[in-house]
């Protein structure tokens, strides 16, 4: 059973660099055709898909946050790493990684619902405050 670990920072300050990484047990990352997502859930709001790394390590961003996102794997360690740059308070929110996920609908970024994916981590809290 794939079980999904996120661990990151709590509390950052703006302009700082977040850095969350999900740790995976039960499965390499690697497994075909395995895709690990990272999601968010500001305050109130609801889920924004936010990129995605294959198990070929190929990667896709959402196109709001691509100039600041970036995404890459350990196969060593098993994990999956986000990087989110330049944070504002606005980048508050839940951090979660998931696997296989059924995308957001076409020209969005945004889920109305919370989507279908394989397994989920059970997210970490990040707070961007001065």
């Known amino acids: 059973q794939v079980q999904l670990q996120e661990s990151g920072p709590g509390l950052l300050e703006p302009s700082q660099t977040l850095s969350v990484i999900c740790t995976v047990s039960?499965?390499?990352?690697?497994?075909?055709?395995?895709?690990w997502t990272w999601l968010r859930q500001p305050p109130g709001t609801g889920l924004e898909w936010m990129g995605v790394?294959?198990?070929?390590?190929?990667?896709h961003y959402s196109p709001s946050l691509k100039s600041r996102t970036s995404i890459s794997r350990d196969t060593a360690k098993n994990q999956i790493s986000l990087q989110l740059k330049s944070v504002t308070p606005e980048d508050t929110a839940v951090y979660f990684c998931?696997?296989?996920?059924?995308?957001?609908?076409?020209?969005?970024?945004?889920?109305?619902?919370?989507?279908?994916?394989?397994?989920w981590g059970q997210g970490t809290q990040v707070t961007v405050a001065s």
């Open positions: 790394i294959a198990y070929d390590g190929s990667t």
């Open positions: 039960g499965d390499s990352i690697t497994t075909k055709y395995y895709a």
């Open positions: 998931a696997r296989d996920c059924d995308p957001p609908s076409p020209g969005s970024t945004w889920y109305a619902l919370k989507p279908k994916c394989a397994t």
